[in-house]
């Protein structure tokens, strides 16, 4: 069974709207993390944010945002008045305290921002 | 501080020729990991390190890969012999596990192409 599942596989929107990123995720574990990477065209990952699952605030860094709720085991990503250069594959990863340092990546998020 | 550090950044081979991809993590992290990314089956973990020993290699494909942590700053996945269906990028990525941090921090990737 997937663990963590991105059901949106492409998405395109224009410049300056706003676009969301669904993210669900599967665990029996008490304790875990959840993350967000991008993979640029230029192919490297980078590190986005990271939440672990005590701590279901809501971050917002500049344009982005993360909606992390339990209750429907969801750790969404919103981008703000998106821009070309947020167009990039978005994935999110869990990874349980009981599988060690394993992660779970989602399929990824294909995001096109059109100018 | 340098991140993870992965050569050769393209590699390029025959079928049947040997294949080394190389890696160094960044310093004080313990935790290491190998991983594959196709279009067809997305990123898959390969292998992790903990402490230079392997803990998980279920991913690893078959006998033709191996992977080695002689110390604590550089592993090596080989591919011996190389196939086609082996064509990929290839990414190494590190963490210090035992505190809450757990991020894993990727390298830029080996693209590999096997002709």
């Known amino acids: 069974a997937q663990k963590v599942t991105q059901a949106q596989t492409e998405i395109s929107v224009v410049e300056k709207e706003d676009v969301t990123l669904d993210c669900v995720y599967e665990t029996r574990d008490t304790t875990y993390y959840l993350f967000w990477y991008k993979q640029p065209p230029s192919g490297e990952l980078v590190f986005l944010i990271r939440r672990n699952s005590f701590d279901e605030q809501n971050e917002i860094s500049g344009r982005y945002s993360w909606n992390f709720q339990k209750s429907t085991s969801s750790f969404n990503f919103t981008i703000t008045a998106s821009q070309v250069v947020d167009s990039a594959v978005y994935f999110c990863a869990l990874s349980e305290r009981n599988t060690g340092n394993q992660f779970y990546f989602g399929t990824g998020t294909s995001l096109t921002v059109i100018p | 501080d340098a991140g993870v550090i992965q050569s050769p950044r393209h590699e390029v081979t025959e079928m049947g020729q040997e294949v080394t991809l190389r890696c160094k993590p960044i310093s004080g992290h313990n935790s290491l990991f190998w991983y594959r990314q196709t279009m067809m089956r997305g990123l898959e973990l390969l292998i992790y390190?903990?402490?230079?020993?392997?803990?998980?290699d279920s991913g690893m494909p078959e006998d033709r890969f191996s992977a080695k942590m002689p110390n604590a700053s550089f592993s090596t996945l080989k591919i011996q012999p190389s196939e086609p269906r082996d064509s990929a990028v290839y990414f190494c990525a590190s963490s210090l596990e035992g505190v809450r941090e757990e991020t894993q921090y990727f390298g830029p990737g080996t693209r590999l192409l096997v002709l």
């Open positions: 390190f903990n402490n230079n020993v392997p803990i998980d």
